[in-house]
């Protein structure tokens, strides 16, 4: 029997840290060993290890993927390894730790051979919100870095703009360049350095093992191989194929690309739909009941009518140009940006909306893209491809595209779109609110939601404003839901989760989903059901009663902004009982759980006495 203690951390602390924690605990207690573990987590460090039992310890296992302190451990026989190792396998972890020999040195990880020195680390992380994965994937990588003995500098680029931004300086003595992301990203900034591209959940998951990842699958990036190219012309073959190296991440290439359109979009929508909210408000202080219609000209030159014209004809008339050209910028890099935005414009002229904006986007990416690989010119001329004949070329052929093939037919099917669902009935309009809302809570900030969320967003061009007030009632529901499960069924939940339940329900009232993937992380079979249910409730009510929302984001706050939202108390008690269903379900669906926290039921083994 070997005296153990062991610390557990991950990059959000949250669901691997008790997870690794709990599986060490039950493995320890079948192997006759005694075991202390510490969670160092975003909740703060719980079951914190003393100095005595530092002391009588016979080793340490640091089941972590981020970087601890280990100057307490000086002198122990350390053995290192993930959170993931301690889940899926702490019967073989104890295992190796039970043999380990000399006490190990902080240089050395387990399973990874010492560098010959560190090595220096940039990188680049980005998710299609920019808020959650974002900061999460950059904490892992730096975590990885730290771990692996290395240096790393990480940019976000999120909502509110790029933060801790690389200079040129760090960029020339990087030794390797990671982009972590799940929209495409300017790497020409990169030319001549070793690029190693992925997507943010594996660098949350495992950030050192993508680093380890990258050291032998990075590829040089910008210069072609015939060397000696003009440093001022990036290669854009180079740069395709760095993006089918992202491709091959695990995200599918066509929602990496559109999530680009619609993560550069989404300002453009916020801001058009809140201004277009505020001039309705100002319109009914102004005008009373007739402000509703503040758009008309007799309301031309007061505040109201300014600024729906700013909201409506200015932020609203750029969002699918913007689309557009940044799912054409994905797929073919600088070039693709002009054609893609003209694409998007015509879309607009054609009466095609948001539909003939993705459509235009692809269409001039992928032309763009060809255009590029189908060229060849001297070298003294390459130079000239990405500022004038590719956008050209690339202008011409999807105009043309846009104005007789895509236009019509497309405008034709947007305006049944719009005349369908403007038309739906009660039963069919809450069937389609079920359908918005149980995606809009299945993965919670992920593929399908974005695609619930893109769907409702796009059609606020075509003035449909019942599916956003859907999707954004079902995507408040989750977390919203779990705040007050943890106040009312404490029980089912850890001292952990009870705590982290009071940040979701902040998350909750700001229409942030991804509040609740902690929770869902840690227990997804009865979690995900009870919050898609909820959602599904949610949503269903919303459409059913009409209710109308035309600011696309902004959760309760909006609620305030007097004819933001058509049929008020109706659009709350959606919101209201989708969150009561979810907390109910997950009150019947999760077990009471001991001191311990495991279920009551669940079988136990007596810890071996010292």
């Given at each position: 029997?070997?005296?153990?203690?062991?610390?557990?951390?991950?990059?959000?602390?949250?669901?691997?840290?008790?997870?690794?924690?709990e599986s060490l605990r039950r493995a320890a207690a079948q192997a006759g060993h005694t075991l202390h573990v510490e969670t160092q987590?975003?909740?703060?460090?719980?079951?914190?290890?003393?100095?005595?039992?530092?002391?009588?310890?016979?080793?340490?296992?640091?089941?972590?993927?981020?970087?601890?302190?280990?100057?307490?451990?000086?002198?122990?026989?350390?053995?290192?390894?993930?959170?993931?190792?301690?889940?899926?396998?702490?019967?073989?972890?104890?295992?190796?730790?039970?043999?380990?020999?000399?006490?190990?040195?902080?240089?050395?990880?387990?399973?990874?051979?010492?560098?010959?020195?560190?090595?220096?680390?940039?990188?680049?992380?980005?998710?299609?919100?920019?808020?959650?994965?974002?900061?999460?994937?950059?904490?892992?990588?730096?975590?990885?870095?730290?771990?692996?003995?290395?240096?790393?500098?990480?940019?976000?680029?999120?909502?509110?703009?790029?933060?801790?931004?690389?200079?040129?300086?760090?960029?020339?003595?990087?030794?390797?360049?990671?982009?972590?992301?799940?929209?495409?990203?300017?790497?020409?900034?990169?030319?001549?350095?070793?690029?190693?591209?992925?997507?943010?959940?594996?660098?949350?998951?495992?950030?050192?093992?993508?680093?380890?990842?990258?050291?032998?699958?990075?590829?040089?990036?910008?210069?072609?191989?015939?060397?000696?190219?003009?440093?001022?012309?990036?290669?854009?073959?180079?740069?395709?194929?760095?993006?089918?190296?992202?491709?091959?991440?695990?995200?599918?290439?066509?929602?990496?690309?559109?999530?680009?359109?619609?993560?550069?979009?989404?300002?453009?929508?916020?801001?058009?739909?809140?201004?277009?909210?505020?001039?309705?408000?100002?319109?009914?202080?102004?005008?009373?009941?007739?402000?509703?219609?503040?758009?008309?000209?007799?309301?031309?030159?007061?505040?109201?009518?300014?600024?729906?014209?700013?909201?409506?004809?200015?932020?609203?008339?750029?969002?699918?140009?913007?689309?557009?050209?940044?799912?054409?910028?994905?797929?073919?890099?600088?070039?693709?940006?002009?054609?893609?935005?003209?694409?998007?414009?015509?879309?607009?002229?054609?009466?095609?909306?948001?539909?003939?904006?993705?459509?235009?986007?692809?269409?001039?990416?992928?032309?763009?893209?060809?255009?590029?690989?189908?060229?060849?010119?001297?070298?003294?001329?390459?130079?000239?491809?990405?500022?004038?004949?590719?956008?050209?070329?690339?202008?011409?052929?999807?105009?043309?595209?846009?104005?007789?093939?895509?236009?019509?037919?497309?405008?034709?099917?947007?305006?049944?779109?719009?005349?369908?669902?403007?038309?739906?009935?009660?039963?069919?309009?809450?069937?389609?609110?079920?359908?918005?809302?149980?995606?809009?809570?299945?993965?919670?900030?992920?593929?399908?939601?974005?695609?619930?969320?893109?769907?409702?967003?796009?059609?606020?061009?075509?003035?449909?404003?019942?599916?956003?007030?859907?999707?954004?009632?079902?995507?408040?529901?989750?977390?919203?839901?779990?705040?007050?499960?943890?106040?009312?069924?404490?029980?089912?939940?850890?001292?952990?989760?009870?705590?982290?339940?009071?940040?979701?329900?902040?998350?909750?009232?700001?229409?942030?989903?991804?509040?609740?993937?902690?929770?869902?992380?840690?227990?997804?079979?009865?979690?995900?059901?009870?919050?898609?249910?909820?959602?599904?409730?949610?949503?269903?009510?919303?459409?059913?009663?009409?209710?109308?929302?035309?600011?696309?984001?902004?959760?309760?706050?909006?609620?305030?902004?007097?004819?933001?939202?058509?049929?008020?108390?109706?659009?709350?008690?959606?919101?209201?009982?989708?969150?009561?269903?979810?907390?109910?379900?997950?009150?019947?669906?999760?077990?009471?759980?001991?001191?311990?926290?495991?279920?009551?039921?669940?079988?136990?083994?007596?810890?071996?006495?010292?």
């Amino acid at each position: 029997m070997a005296q153990i203690v062991a610390v557990t951390a991950c990059p959000t602390g949250i669901a691997h840290t008790f997870m690794a924690a709990e599986s060490l605990r039950r493995a320890a207690a079948q192997a006759g060993h005694t075991l202390h573990v510490e969670t160092q987590g975003s909740v703060g460090t719980q079951d914190a290890l003393t100095p005595a039992q530092i002391a009588q310890a016979d080793l340490v296992i640091l089941a972590t993927d981020v970087a601890v302190d280990e100057s307490r451990f000086a002198g122990k026989t350390i053995v290192r390894a993930g959170t993931q190792d301690a889940i899926r396998d702490p019967g073989a972890l104890l295992a190796r730790a039970a043999t380990s020999g000399a006490p190990s040195s902080p240089a050395t990880s387990a399973g990874t051979a010492t560098p010959a020195g560190p090595l220096h680390i940039v990188g680049i992380t980005a998710c299609p919100t920019g808020i959650a994965h974002t900061f999460m994937a950059a904490e892992g990588l730096e975590g990885g870095a730290k771990k692996l003995g290395y240096t790393a500098k990480i940019e976000t680029q999120g909502s509110v703009g790029a933060g801790n931004a690389l200079t040129p300086d760090d960029i020339a003595r990087a030794d390797l360049v990671v982009i972590a992301a799940d929209t495409n990203v300017d790497l020409s900034r990169f030319t001549g350095k070793r690029v190693y591209v992925t997507g943010t959940k594996a660098a949350i998951k495992d950030g050192a093992g993508v680093i380890t990842t990258a050291q032998t699958q990075a590829a040089v990036h910008g210069q072609g191989a015939a060397g000696g190219a003009d440093p001022g012309s990036p290669d854009y073959v180079a740069q395709a194929a760095a993006a089918k190296a992202a491709k091959n991440a695990g995200t599918p290439a066509f929602y990496k690309h559109l999530m680009t359109g619609v993560s550069h979009m989404l300002p453009f929508v916020v801001a058009g739909g809140l201004l277009i909210a505020l001039a309705f408000a100002i319109g009914s202080f102004q005008f009373g009941d007739q402000g509703i219609f503040i758009y008309e000209d007799k309301y031309a030159g007061t505040l109201g009518n300014t600024l729906f014209k700013i909201g409506a004809n200015g932020a609203f008339g750029l969002f699918v140009p913007v689309l557009a050209g940044y799912i054409a910028f994905s797929i073919a890099d600088r070039p693709g940006l002009a054609p893609g935005m003209i694409g998007g414009f015509l879309a607009g002229l054609t009466g095609s909306g948001f539909l003939g904006g993705i459509i235009a986007g692809f269409l001039a990416g992928y032309l763009v893209l060809w255009l590029t690989r189908a060229i060849k010119l001297p070298r003294t001329l390459e130079g000239l491809k990405p500022t004038l004949i590719l956008p050209l070329l690339g202008t011409l052929g999807v105009g043309l595209l846009m104005m007789f093939v895509v236009g019509k037919p497309v405008a034709a099917a947007l305006t049944g779109l719009t005349a369908w669902l403007q038309g739906l009935g009660n039963t069919s309009a809450a069937l389609l609110g079920a359908l918005l809302g149980g995606m809009m809570a299945f993965d919670m900030g992920g593929p399908i939601n974005k695609a619930a969320y893109t769907f409702s967003t796009g059609l606020l061009g075509a003035k449909v404003y019942g599916p956003i007030a859907a999707t954004m009632a079902a995507g408040m529901t989750p977390p919203l839901a779990l705040f007050l499960a943890t106040l009312i069924f404490k029980n089912r939940f850890t001292k952990d989760e009870v705590e982290a339940g009071k940040a979701a329900g902040v998350l909750g009232i700001s229409f942030i989903t991804e509040g609740a993937i902690p929770f869902a992380a840690r227990d997804p079979l009865r979690v995900i059901p009870s919050l898609m249910a909820g959602s599904a409730v949610a949503g269903a009510i919303s459409m059913a009663a009409g209710c109308l929302l035309r600011a696309p984001h902004g959760g309760i706050f909006v609620l305030f902004i007097p004819n933001a939202v058509t049929n008020l108390p109706m659009y709350v008690a959606a919101i209201v009982a989708g969150t009561v269903v979810s907390t109910l379900m997950l009150g019947i669906l999760k077990k009471p759980l001991g001191e311990d926290g495991l279920p009551l039921n669940a079988a136990r083994t007596p810890v071996a006495a010292d």
